[in-house]
């Protein structure tokens, strides 16, 4: 028999419709509560919802009156009545709660002389308990009824927590994605370090985090950038092979999660001694990272190893969760792979650099008068361009094709290009042809594209008579100018077999007199200019220089 006719029963059904519709996770657990206090005819009653993975029951809303302070306040999930009502999975009444052996003298006790008795029932989700509702001085007790609004509220509830956590997880997610977009914006070493440990902590909500890596040497773990760096000296701070949950993560490749660090054996107190920081707790990811060797260009095979770990400190609110160890895992990963684009970069620029320095010294090299040639034109370049307030980027780009601007010389046969005497039509002709030979070396090399200009062009004239084009005025790239004014001025000033070196004097009036026939007088004039602060050297200045 039951209190409620049909038709009370249909409207009951339909205000717990009505409250579904709203997917705010506290007011549907507020309106779904209500609405079993009322079907039970009651003022005062609690609703635990289950940590499963603690293992704890949360009081999560509190009618009546038990005190409200409850709220948050955790039990053993198996305790008391509200223990047996998860186990049995049914409703329980107990009409005598103070004298029940299961009664459970918890947070709520001294709120319990007024109640006496007690429905207790399990919120079940696909038959697995989420949570306990106890409803306390009921006039009826409808267990059918308010187990159906109860696993109703469970399955509303599980929907709310869901999206609720996944529109906090896809924001995670979002702040995620944005961290590695700034990580991957650099290309400096300890920039990138820098980056990783300020947005982890931010990131996973953590007092302080740290960056471990591999010593090949010694198998030390070195750490190498931590978020709280005020107290100590980092640089000497290192761990010994396998110790501490580093030490565990790096040596298995396992991310560990540690909630107490005083209840945990692997647990290394070395640092905390040398930075004064206080752990508490600790989740660690590993570094991995696939080893790249230059020249090999098959990448199959090549094994991923372990290179270091992080470590995020303290999470401030509550614990650590798998979801954070997922998101300290990708951050990692990614981590890896931009320091190793970073490593990758730089040995790529240091190995570009030494190629351009063979190079040019091998053109200087076979043209045995024109020592040192190729790298003072490269400086007189950048100085021109420095002193025309020209962008970084094309100083760069001028720079490297003064370097290269004779490479073409390598086709030009010995005797020509050492020949002491002076050049019959013939041979002139011969060594003209080195400009768009050096253009056609380049062709092949994608990365010297915007060089390129200035090897084909530095021997073009403003008013037409230069080579290989014939190419007048502005036809000229500004690149192919500067390194016309660079080139001129150093050919000049050196001595060649067939006559000495002029005076920087004589030199400049010669250039100047060039002005619109052959040279360009904004650059001429850069370079005078450039002379006078004294931030350029002749080859008699450097060799005097040298000298001293
Ligand atoms: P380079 O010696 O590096 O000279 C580069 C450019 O500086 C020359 O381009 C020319 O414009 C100018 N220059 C160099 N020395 C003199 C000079 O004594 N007087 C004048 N007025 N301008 C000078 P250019 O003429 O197209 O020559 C290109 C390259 O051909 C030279 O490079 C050099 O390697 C070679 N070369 C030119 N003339 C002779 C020569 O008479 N004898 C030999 N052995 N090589 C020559
Ligand atoms: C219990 O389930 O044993 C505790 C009941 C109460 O809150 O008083
Ligand atoms: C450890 O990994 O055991 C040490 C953690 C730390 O203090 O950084
Ligand atoms: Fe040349």
Redesign the pocket.
Known sequence: MTHFSIPEILALVERANEISSTSHLDQLLVQMFDLILEVCGAESG?LYLLDQSAGELEFRLVRGSTSPNLVGKRIPKDV???GATIRERRPLEVVD?VNDP???R?P?ETA?HR?TK?I?FPLLLRSEPTGVI?IFNYQWAELELIQLLGNRMASEVEQAALLESSRSYSQRLEALVSIIGKIASSLDRDQILQIILEYASVLLDAEASSLFLVDEQTGDLVLQSASKTQTADLSNIRVPPGKGVIGHVVQTGETVLVADVTRDERYYKGIDQNTGFATRSILAVPLRSREIKMGVSEMNGVAEHVIGGVEVLNKRVKTFTSEDARLLETLASHAATVLQIADLYNSTNELFHSVLRVTSAMVDARDRYTEGHSQRVSDFAVAIATELGLPAEMVRHIQISGLLHDVGKIGVADAILNKTGALTPAEFAEMKKHPTIGANILKEVAVLKVEMAGVLEHHEKLDGSGYPAGLRGDQISLMGRVLAAADVFDALTSDRPYRKGWDVEETFEKMINGIGTHFDGECVHALIRAYTKNLVHTQHERERLKAQ
Request: no cysteine; hydrophobic share 45%.
């Open positions: 609690t008391g009545i509200v709660i299961r009664w459970y918890g709520s319990a109640v007690v207790s106890q």
